[in-house]
């Protein structure tokens, strides 16, 4: 029962450009979305979120975007750092969360 | 930078044993969770922790599983009878509780559990 999905194993992008990671969901009575990076051999680590109420939360460098009729959760990073390549995990709550696979992302220098 | 530890980094048992993860989550967090991500696959929520009670869980999280906060301090996850898909990197994390489920959760290293 995959409530969260992220359709894209891995992305690379080139230092500088802009990535996006996408993410879908099932389930409409979600509240609330985040993003959380993580490096091999240490936990998520929390990144942005976004309430169901708004379409846009900006942080910096990382913009989310929530597009409630589509189901459809994305997460911009711009420009892009080396230091960026993890993998990527979005979650959507309602009391409980539910992660999607992850996005394992890499920028080339 | 407070952080949340977990203890062992890696925790080898047989088939049927107990287990015991622990986790000494950020000192004044009201909120406590554990996750697991077995290989390859998403991470799972299991649980999570207030007021000395659980506040939800999920169909994982079945009778073999105990969750405890023993003192001020640690957080444990007790495996009861372990079985092979067991097997799974678990994650402690902790919240302030100032905002419920919205709170930015802290996430712990994690614990490699292997079962043989």
């Not at chain 1, 009575?29 to 900006?58: Q, R, V």
């Not at chain 2, 287990?19 to 406590?32: D, K, M, T």
């Not at chain 2, 640690?74 to 402690?92: G, H, Q, V």
Request: a negative charge; proline letters at 5%; one cysteine or more.
């Amino acid at each position: 029962d995959q409530q969260v999905k992220q359709n894209s194993p891995s992305l690379s992008v080139q230092e500088g450009r802009i990535s996006i990671l996408n993410c879908d969901y099932t389930n409409s009575m979600f509240d609330y979305f985040l993003w959380y990076k993580k490096y091999p051999a240490e936990g998520p680590t929390f990144l942005i979120s976004i309430s169901s109420i708004k379409d846009k939360n900006e942080d910096g460098r990382f913009t989310v975007f929530l597009n409630k009729s589509a189901k459809h959760l994305s997460l911009h990073i711009v420009p892009s750092q080396p230091g960026d390549s993890a993998v990527y995990f979005c979650a959507a709550s309602r009391n409980q969360f539910y992660f999607g696979t992850g996005t394992s992302l890499t920028v080339i220098p | 930078e407070p952080e949340v530890t977990q203890t062992p980094s890696h925790q080898v048992t047989q088939m049927g044993q107990e287990v015991i993860l622990r986790c000494v989550p950020i000192s004044n967090h009201l909120y406590f969770y554990w996750y697991r991500q077995i290989l390859g696959q998403k991470v799972e929520f299991l649980v999570s922790f207030y007021n000395n009670e659980i506040s939800e869980k999920s169909e994982i999280f079945d009778d073999q599983f105990s969750v405890e906060r023993p003192d001020g301090s640690n957080f444990t996850l007790k495996i009861r009878s372990t079985k092979l898909e067991d097997s799974a990197m678990y994650f402690c994390a902790s919240s302030a509780g100032t905002s419920g489920v919205t709170d930015t959760q802290y996430f712990g290293p994690g614990t490699r559990l292997t079962v043989l």
